[in-house]
């Protein structure tokens, strides 16, 4: 069995245990001790997606960071899987945009 399908649903003492909030997405962020990893990745047909790693267990300000970067630099993206991914060849500019937020990266990858 997963840890999903043994992940407790209901107790007698809190009730819907699905209805509470995650504790991980209230944990506060130190921006000086982060370093973000970013990585330029391409498909077969030649579509570029810069990926960005290394970010902290806070859902609500990774979510934050992903709509900024998209806002700033107009283009598409998403936050999932720990991850948040911008659409387009925009590596130096998302380089130049966290630096302008005091976050340290580091560009992996070749």
Same mark, same amino acid.
């Given at each position: 069995?997963?840890?999903?399908?043994?992940?407790?649903?209901?107790?007698?003492?809190? @009730?819907?245990?699905?209805?509470?909030?995650? %504790?991980?997405?209230?944990?506060?962020?130190?921006?000086?001790?982060?370093?973000?990893?970013?990585?330029?990745? %391409?498909?077969?047909?030649?579509? %570029?997606?810069?990926?960005? %790693?290394?970010?902290?267990?806070?859902?609500?300000?990774?979510?934050?960071?992903?709509?900024?970067?998209?806002?700033?630099?107009?283009?598409?993206?998403?936050?999932?899987?720990?991850?948040?991914?911008?659409?387009?060849?925009?590596?130096?500019?998302?380089?130049?945009?966290? @630096?302008?937020?005091?976050?340290?990266?580091?560009?992996?990858?070749?």
């Amino acid at each position: 069995m997963s840890d999903e399908e043994n992940k407790l649903v209901w107790s007698d003492d809190g @009730g819907d245990q699905r209805k509470k909030k995650s %504790t991980e997405s209230q944990v506060n962020v130190c921006e000086s001790s982060l370093e973000l990893k970013i990585r330029r990745l %391409t498909s077969g047909k030649g579509r %570029t997606i810069i990926e960005i %790693t290394g970010l902290p267990n806070n859902k609500n300000w990774c979510k934050k960071l992903s709509k900024e970067l998209k806002k700033q630099l107009g283009v598409g993206g998403a936050y999932k899987n720990d991850a948040i991914e911008l659409h387009g060849e925009k590596l130096e500019e998302v380089g130049l945009f966290l @630096g302008q937020k005091s976050l340290k990266f580091k560009k992996i990858g070749g």
